[in-house]
């Protein structure tokens, strides 16, 4: 079984930066998903998509409200990757989680954009900034 460890979270003041990483260990062998993604949730509020990267090429996605702020990057194929994320504001703390899933080719982009899609998920890891 493959699970994911988020890591890098913290305290930040608003207008700061933090990068998260997550980390794909276990049976990583034949590890098939190819689309990783970041999801948050604040509290009180819905989980929301953040961004994915395409394990193959390295394709970002973002959401409108961090795009040219936030960056994601594959570590290695199947295995991992990076969220940088620069101009923090009050609302992007929450609790961010790490997820991956194996999209077929046939699949829209717009998928990888689902939560319901994902199939393996982190345990999360939160973010807070201080205004």
């Known amino acids: 079984q493959v699970r994911l460890i988020e890591s890098g979270g913290g305290l930040v003041q608003a207008g700061g930066s933090l990068r998260l990483s997550c980390v794909a260990s276990?049976?990583?062998?034949?590890?098939?998903?190819?689309?990783m993604g970041w999801f948050r949730q604040a509290p009180g509020k819905d989980g929301e998509f953040v961004a994915a990267?395409?394990?193959?090429?390295?394709?970002?996605y973002y959401s409108d409200f961090v795009e040219g702020r936030f960056t994601i990057s594959r570590v290695n194929a199947n295995y991992g990757m990076n969220l940088q994320m620069t101009s923090l504001k009050a609302d992007d703390a929450g609790v961010y989680y790490c997820?991956?899933?194996?999209?077929?080719?046939?699949?829209?982009?717009?998928?990888?954009?689902?939560?319901?899609?994902?199939?393996?998920w982190g345990q999360g890891t939160q973010v807070t900034v201080s205004s």
């Open positions: 276990g049976r990583t062998s034949g590890f098939g998903h190819n689309v």
């Open positions: 997820a991956s899933g194996t999209f077929g080719y046939s699949r829209p982009e717009s998928d990888y954009f689902k939560g319901s899609e994902y199939q393996n």
């Open positions: 990267v395409r394990q193959n090429d390295g394709m970002p």
